[in-house]
């Protein structure tokens, strides 16, 4: 069978293009992992992650930590927090970090895991290539608690009366 | 025959035990005016109840137990035993009340913890909790680090002769000077000098790692009271990993170790006496022991080819070392990384460490390192008369503050706690593995516990089962008290019991 060369340059970039193709989806399959993995599934599996893009989830909690041109920010899964070390200009999206008084912006990270950081003295971090705000943040209501409050009286009573008592002993 | 203890015997426990538990609640301001000052509501609620409660058992004692008659030497050392138990109870209230703990006995854990400047912890979300809670945590490894029969002979006991007696069964048998009333507020007068100094400087130096000034000084803080009393809690759930930053590690590690020095030695190096800290058999001792661990955790880790570099080797190596050995229990790494990377010398390296502990009169725990020189000294004297002929007269000298001439009591009296302290860390151990967990694991776990380390392999956790709890809380009380009073209390209990 003849071919013509017009065709058979189709087909050969098309063969060059299927190559391409598979060849990025097994890039993608063992060096980046689309789904967002749990802290302790970094944790406990660091060396199967190592060096690999991963998709990781978690509050903001404590200080964001700004470095020259570069940021610490520690993302909590509920299980552990990791520091993901980012650039500044990516985190202007970031408005609560968690604590007592807040519940802090839970974001989502994409970037390398790194099991013992070059650059970070072994830290165990990500090194985030994007960040994304999924919940935003909020000031935690602080309701008082008045059965507790109502132990505090009974107990400053209780106190005041033996307070009380010695004072008229010692007369 | 055994002596049943009588209603007096009772009485004076009860009294001084009384005025120990109010010297307790009284610390309770602190964490009330920074949940005031921080606008905490229902902290500041916790700690209302929490002071009130305690302050009325104590009341309570002091009225119904109240005598004139000084302490003998039993009743001294069942005080400081107890004072630990109630303490560790009546400071779980505040914790247990945050709802920060998943139960009474959890919160108990780490009051204990706290208290014996261990490490170990079952808080849940600690990322989220108050302030004053946090400054607690902290505060309790404080009083704990000076003993908290010291709180109370600094502040709360005018003088009496069996304030020595409490002050022997809390693990304290050195006086840096002739009154241990004057040797109480000296240990308090170092503390409170190292803790603005070390505040100052953790404070800067998380400001300049980014931090908000006033969470830089806060944490410095908190973080400076777990460090010189050789704790390892930490305000934030990543320990010193949260600050990301070599500085913190270098200043962190320079305070753990001046928690681990003798405050003997504290007292001459103040008087110009600097020359002690190179003669001195304690800080000898520390220094060789820590560079002999520090190479069986380094020849481990690079076998696993743990670490690329030889600086992350080292950053990461000798900081969780340095930080075993003098009981701190500060991680810059995560509890699980120890079993799944750091492979099975390293973690014995790390294990020995744990089980040698600091000095003497310090705020560490476990064997110490006096008694490891002493031990040495003995061997080699031992070693001299075998060699040596036998006319030939051998003695063995060693420098603690002074030359001293080595006596065979003093290196049965350091054999005898050392052996304790290994049946401690068995016994741990064993009850671990009888739940389950492997060898290693429960050794490092047992000794952490045992020797108040606080460093974790990542047995302990809420989800642990309530006997090993129970188990590490012995061992963290039993271990900080050195044993005498804890056995004292076991006799007294006894012959309660037996006696006639």
Known sequence: MIVNPKTKLKMRNFGFCCVILLFGFWILNF???????????????????????????????????????????NVNDGKNAIGVWINKDLIKD?????????????????????????????????????LTKRIAGRPAQEMPNFKKRNIVILLLGALGLIWILTLLKRR | MIRKPNIEDIKGIGYYLGKIIIGLSLTMVIPIIIGIAFGEI???????????????????????????????????????????IAATLLGALPLYLSGHWNSFLDACFDAMSGFATTGLTLVQNLDHLSYAHNLWRHLIMFIGGQGIVIVALSFFVKGFSGAFKMYVGEARDERVLPNVID?????????????????????????????????????GACV?????????????????????????????????????????????????????ILKNIETITLFMSIMLTFFIVAVGLVKLGTYPQAIALFRKGF???????????????????????????????????????????????????????????????????IILPEQAIVAQKFHHIKDMFMEDKQARAALFITLAYLALYGFGAIVGMLFGY???????????????????????????????????????????????????????????????
Request: charged fraction near 15%; glycine fraction near 10%; aromatic fraction near 12%.
């Open chain 2, 42 to 84: 229902n902290p500041t609620l916790d700690f209302i109840i929490s002071m009130g409660i305690t302050l009325l058992f104590g009341l309570l004692l002091t009225k119904l137990c109240f005598t004139e008659k000084d302490l003998n030497w039993m009743q001294g050392m069942i005080i400081a035993s107890l004072s630990w």
């Open chain 2, 438 to 500: 492997p060898f290693l694991h429960s050794l490092f776990e047992s000794t952490s516990a045992a020797a108040n380390v606080g460093l974790s392999c990542g047995i302990t956790d809420t989800t642990m089962p309530a006997a090993l709890k129970l188990t590490y809380i012995f061992q963290m009380w039993a271990g900080r008290l050195e044993f005498m009073s804890v056995f004292t209390l076991i006799g007294f209990l006894v012959a309660a019991v037996k006696g006639k």
């Open chain 2, 183 to 219: 040797t109480a507020r000296f240990i308090w007068l170092v503390s409170i000098a190292y803790l603005i100094l070390g505040t100052l400087a953790l404070g800067m130096v998380g400001i300049l790692n980014g931090m908000k000034t006033i969470n830089a000084f806060f944490h």
């Open chain 2, 319 to 385: 900081y969780q070392l340095v930080s075993g050995h003098t009981g701190t229990g500060y991680m810059t790494i995560y509890a699980r990384q120890f079993i799944n990377e750091w492979g099975d010398l390293a973690l014995v390296g790390i294990i020995i460490a744990m089980g040698l502990g600091g000095s003497v009169c310090s705020t560490t725990g476990a064997i110490k390192m006096l008694r490891v020189g002493i031990i040495f000294k003995a061997l080699i004297e031992d070693l001299k008369k």
């Open chain 2, 224 to 276: 400076f009271m777990a460090a010189f009393d050789t704790g390892g809690f930490a305000p934030q759930s990543q320990n010193i990993l949260y600050y990301h930053s070599l500085p913190y590690e270098i200043v962190t590690i320079t305070i753990m170790l001046l928690g681990a020095i003798n405050f003997k030695l504290h007292y001459h190096i103040w008087m110009g006496n600097r020359k002690e």
């Open chain 1, 31 to 73: 060096n980046c992992y689309a789904q967002s993995i749990s802290s302790a599934e970094l944790i406990d599996n660091a060396k199967q992650f190592d060096g690999k893009t991963v998709v990781y989830i978690g509050e903001v909690i404590g200080d964001i930590m700004i470095r020259g041109e570069y940021a610490w920010v």
């Open chain 1, 94 to 130: 970031i408005h609560y970090m968690g604590s007592y008084k807040f519940k802090g912006d839970v974001v989502e990270v994409s970037g390398t895991f790194n099991r013992a950081c070059l650059q970070h003295g072994g830290d165990l971090d990500i090194h985030a290539q994007s």
